[in-house]
């Protein structure tokens, strides 16, 4: 008899069951959070050797594929911009220019925070809006425990109109008193006015801090979905790509700006149309409506508030101006490398050296070095010129405070664990068992797709969510006998769009944390952002996206990977079988 330690690691069919057992290990970890995400992530490295999956030196080199680095590059310029207050001082000129109304500034703060979230991190971009959208707040309505005091004004009237109503007036005095009596009840009318007035613009003031604070955690997770750079779960689809389709060359920076910025615009806008009616931004009904002088004035005090921090910030330094180039450089020089449209600067150089990986590097390596005051041609010819230390834009011990390196471990374990899936055969076992679902018209299962992982995470990580469902996507794909792209892309933006409860994602939380939202809140007006989400989805990948990525036909890449499960899935089958009859 064979000892069992020497027959399992050979057999195909053990592997499926090990990279199986890891990777359900690993989500339930993920899911429950009982270690840190960061550390799930590094279990592959301890795991798929030991249990004879994948050899130490295919798995470590998943950890910094290319994709960890422009993720990395993104991180260092967020880093630069933060360092340089170039956010606030962009997100402020915003709102000066939008206006202070509460709707306008809704459509403010949203597209100031999708921007930054297009480049910094969502929960960066939340946690820097939401103290300028408090002091805008504070300067419309005043502190938000003003309410007990206005609440204590609504129970002093409410006593001296019952004082009125118990004051007795002699039956032979009646008549005398009759004017009286008139200036009485007029005077009840105007308190009873004042009440109801109070009432309203407290009942206002309450939904329209809600509406601010609840607009900015929606904004940063849509606005993430615009760039690869923008939210891990774009990354991990292009590392995925990279491993099971190795010769996808579609989607990169710039085919993937032209795909999803535009569905990011129009999904802002109807949620900013969805939550200024909600919240009483606009008002359906009074659009003709005189605005009260409470409500002037405190417009007029919004607007000298954002006008003072703007002033604060002095003028436009060096740095800021050098930060902004760079920053623009970064975004030209991904987009333009390769658009597809036309050819980029990429095709200069020998094909396939240069990616979005060295294209970000580069521009973010010159951080470190380029100085951040203006530099000066005299103290190259002044020889009595103080030799004082230059700061960069940049410094790595600043880098290495506030860049999440946790994030790049926890791509990293993604791209492990769809290698492990890839090499052990756990994908084509997975493949063949979805029999049942290749009825399905593709669109339908592009809408089923994003509502149950849009479902999913809303209870889950995003990035522990779509790297769970992105190989079972990649085979449904094969089985449908569609683009596989157009079943990842959904599942990918998806996991962005959790908009109803606080636990979803960081913003939300975030959001939450102010005190000023309940958990019914989030959930009412989250609910239709969700599903309006997946119907602009649906729209988006069944139109412009069709052609970006050549969704409409089968591609060659893809054909090459089916060929290869054809051929291994019934042996994989047959080692399962004469495993199980061993048995």
Not at 25 to 32: D, G, P, V
Not at 210 to 225: D, H, R, V
Not at 319 to 326: G, T
């Amino acid at each position: 008899m064979q000892p069992l330690g020497v027959s399992l690691p050979s057999s195909p069919a053990l592997k499926e069951g090990r990279c199986l057992y890891v990777i359900l290990l690993m989500a339930l970890y993920w899911c429950t959070e009982a270690l840190p995400l960061a550390v799930t992530a590094l279990l592959p490295i301890v795991l798929f050797p030991f249990l004879g999956i994948l050899p130490s030196n295919k798995v470590c080199p998943q950890y910094f594929l290319d994709t960890n680095f422009l993720f990395l590059s993104g991180l260092i310029m967020a880093s630069a911009i933060e360092e340089w207050n170039l956010h606030r001082r962009i997100a402020l000129r915003v709102l000066m220019l939008v206006g202070v109304q509460p709707a306008r500034l809704i459509l403010g703060m949203m597209l100031t925070t999708s921007f930054l979230s297009m480049w910094l991190s969502n929960t960066a971009s939340t946690a820097m809006m939401l103290p300028i959208a408090n002091a805008i707040l504070k300067s419309l309505f005043g502190e938000k425990d003003t309410s007990k005091n206005m609440n204590r004004e609504h129970e002093e009237i409410q006593a001296s109109l019952q004082q009125n109503k118990l004051y007795t007036v002699p039956t032979e005095l009646q008549f005398l008193a009759s004017t009286e009596d008139k200036d009485l009840t007029e005077e009840k009318e105007v308190a009873s006015d004042a009440l109801s007035d109070l009432k309203k613009e407290e009942e206002y003031k309450t939904n329209i801090w809600k509406g601010f604070l609840i607009s900015i955690p929606y904004a940063a997770s849509i606005g993430g979905t615009a760039t690869l750079t923008g939210t891990a779960p774009n990354l991990i689809l292009l590392g995925q790509l990279k491993s099971y389709f190795p010769e996808c060359d579609v989607v990169n920076f710039g085919s993937w700006f032209m795909f999803a910025f535009p569905l990011m615009l129009i999904f802002l806008l109807v949620g900013w149309l969805w939550i200024s009616i909600l919240y009483g931004g606009i008002n359906l009904r009074g659009w003709r409506t005189k605005k009260s002088n409470i409500r002037v004035d405190a417009e007029a005090r919004a607007r000298e508030v954002i006008k003072e921090d703007y002033q604060k910030l002095g003028p436009t330094k060096f740095a800021e101006q050098a930060i902004f180039f760079f920053f623009c450089m970064f975004a030209i020089m991904l987009f333009s490398r390769d658009p597809k449209f036309i050819p980029g600067w990429a095709s200069l150089f020998a094909p396939g050296f240069i990616s979005d990986a060295v294209t970000g590097i580069t521009i973010v390596i010159i951080l470190f070095f380029f100085p951040s005051q203006k530099p000066s041609f005299r103290w190259w010819f002044d020889f009595k010129a103080p030799n004082t230390e230059i700061q960069p834009l940049l410094t790595w011990r600043k880098a290495q405070e506030t860049v999440p390196w946790n994030i790049i471990l926890l791509l990293g374990g993604g791209f492990a664990m769809a290698k492990g899936c890839e090499e052990s055969g756990l994908s084509v076992w997975i493949g063949g068992r979805l029999h049942p679902l290749e009825g399905v018209p593709p669109p339908v299962a592009v809408i089923l797709i994003t509502i149950v992982i849009a479902l999913f995470t809303e209870f889950a990580s995003n990035t522990a969510t779509i790297i769970i469902f992105l190989p079972v996507l990649a085979e449904l794909a094969i089985r449908l006998k569609v683009n596989p792209l157009y079943l990842m892309i959904p599942g990918t933006i998806g996991c962005s769009y959790a908009f109803m409860l606080p636990v979803s994602t960081p913003p939300n939380s975030i959001a939450f944390s102010s005190g000023h939202l309940m958990v019914k809140d989030m959930a009412r007006t989250g609910l239709l952002m969700n599903l309006m989400g997946v119907l602009l989805l649906s729209l988006a990948m069944n139109t412009w996206a069709k052609s970006i990525f050549q969704l409409g036909t089968f591609p060659a890449w893809a054909n090459i990977h089916a060929e290869n499960a054809t051929l291994l899935l019934p042996a994989v089958e047959n080692v399962t079988f004469s495993a199980l009859n061993k048995i």
